[in-house]
């Protein structure tokens, strides 16, 4: 799901402009909610271990830094790049 959303957003003539989400397979319009789907999952995906892009910050809030050694992943810039 992460790469084929970041090939999307790179050939998007014009990324800032209002998303309108449609899953495959799935006959939904989008209002809000499927939006709200996918972003939480992108979110949910990439805060993961496995991508290795942000730590669990040290302190009492609930909050990420970026990880030191995400440099040293492939492709880490366009992860970065869409994330934000």
Request: glycine share 4%; hydrophobic share 40%.
């Amino acid at each position: 799901m992460i790469s084929d959303s970041i090939n999307i957003f790179k050939n998007m003539e014009h990324p800032l402009r209002v998303l309108n989400v449609i899953f495959d397979n799935e006959i939904s319009q989008d209002v809000g909610g499927v939006s709200r789907e996918y972003f939480y999952t992108i979110m949910k995906e990439m805060l993961t271990p496995s991508y290795s892009l942000f730590d669990r910050a040290t302190s009492d809030q609930f909050s990420y830094k970026i990880a030191e050694d995400s440099i040293e992943l492939v492709g880490w810039q366009d992860l970065y790049y869409f994330f934000g």
